[in-house]
């Protein structure tokens, strides 16, 4: 027996406000959201994917971000990401250096942290 992938991740956001999740993990990080299965549409939030990264927004009532877990996007030029996240209105800070990427982290509108990451090289 061995683990094979990571499926999705799941981030926690508040009630009511899936706008918010739109604006930012569609419009800004330009992922594409996709129908809740069955019994879990019920529960509320929403889920996006881009390729095989799959994340996950469910509803949490006494919500609070995770500001220090995160997930971590591998992306193809980070720069131009930042630039894009940055007009939207969800401003990129630089992550500390890590030998063979460059790296920034972005806060969701929910305060989550997402780490983002470019192969250099």
């Known amino acids: 027996m061995s683990l094979e992938r990571i499926d999705h991740v799941q981030l926690a956001m508040p009630a009511g406000e899936k706008d918010a999740a739109r604006r930012f993990y569609a419009g800004a990080l ?15 939030g929403c889920w996006f994917e881009a390729g095989d990264v799959r ?3 469910g509803v949490q009532g006494d919500f609070h971000p995770a500001t220090k877990a995160h997930p971590a996007f591998i992306v193809d030029d980070l720069a131009s990401l930042c630039a894009r996240l940055d007009a939207a209105g969800f401003p990129c800070r630089d992550g500390e250096p890590l030998e063979g990427y460059h790296r920034a982290y972005v806060s969701d509108p ?4 997402i780490e983002l990451m470019e192969v250099v090289g």
């Open 55 to 57: 994340v996950h927004l």
């Open 110 to 113: 929910f305060g989550n942290r």
């Open 30 to 44: 330009g992922m594409i959201e996709v129908p809740k299965s069955g019994n879990l549409a019920r529960r509320g």
